[in-house]
């Protein structure tokens, strides 16, 4: 977990209510990313940044945004938290992306978000 | 949709023996790579292959690759306790562009 943090580690919410994970980097990684991981899916990408102001969506973003305006921040935002967004949020960075030669992605701790 | 599937979900063993974890995946890839997974904890690199790579050590780490089969082995030769985790393969399918990752495989070494 060196290197990446996220915030808050745990947070317990109501429905409806706009809910904000943070994920800090100090490893100048270009790429970032925020996976949900549910028992018996696995994990799962919601949305990546490939740069400062840059980012995508996954293959579960609806109901999420997000924002980079740092290279080292990448915000998750729940605009309008609901029950089946209740799960486990990890944070990962990698120096490259899909394709180039060193792909790894290393994570951070995790979120556990209740949304009651 | 999932691109890679462990097989088994989950393995039991005593410590000292040898634990062997299957990937398979559906379309053509750049590489794949396996993570591990403790309790409660964030995901940790273990080892990355090629497409054109068939079999690369790291430790006590073996991992194949038969790309003509889609699929993927992962040995931990001479077990501990401590490698009790969740172990997940994820691949780079040259057609989507992000890793995907499977469902995992829990294993549990007793001592």
């Known amino acids: 977990d060196a290197g990446i943090t996220q915030s808050p580690r745990h947070k317990v919410t109501e429905t409806g209510t706009p809910v904000t994970l943070r994920c800090h980097q100090t490893?100048?990684?270009?790429?970032m990313y925020w996976y949900r991981q549910d028992p018996g899916h696995g994990l799962r990408l919601i949305h990546y940044?490939?740069?400062?102001?840059?980012?995508d969506k996954g293959e579960v973003s609806d109901g999420y945004s997000v924002s980079r305006s740092k290279t080292e921040d990448f915000l998750l935002t729940l605009e309008s938290a609901t029950s089946s967004q209740t799960s486990v949020y990890f944070c990962?960075?990698?120096?490259?992306?899909?394709?180039?030669?060193?792909?790894?992605?290393?994570f951070g701790p995790g979120t556990r978000l209740t949304v009651t | 949709s999932q691109q890679g599937e462990e097989d088994p979900q989950a393995l039991s063993i005593q410590e000292g023996e040898n634990a062997t974890m299957n990937c398979s995946y559906k379309?053509?890839?750049?590489?794949l790579q396996w993570y591990r997974q403790n309790s409660g904890r964030g995901l940790v690199h273990l080892i990355l292959?090629?497409?054109?790579?068939r079999e690369k050590h790291s430790g006590r780490l073996r991992v194949t690759l038969d790309t003509s089969k889609k699929s993927s082995s992962l040995l931990i030769t001479a077990s501990r306790a401590a490698d009790t985790a969740s172990y997940f393969c994820?691949?780079?399918?040259?057609?989507?562009?992000?890793?995907?990752f499977g469902k995992g495989t829990k294993l549990s070494v007793k001592p």
């Open positions: 490893e100048n990684h270009r790429y």
């Open positions: 940044s490939y740069g400062v102001k840059d980012t």
């Open positions: 990962a960075i990698s120096e490259s992306g899909s394709g180039e030669i060193s792909y790894e992605q290393y």
């Open positions: 379309t053509s890839i750049n590489n």
């Open positions: 994820a691949t780079d399918a040259r057609s989507q562009g992000n890793l995907i």
């Open positions: 292959i090629r497409s054109n790579e």
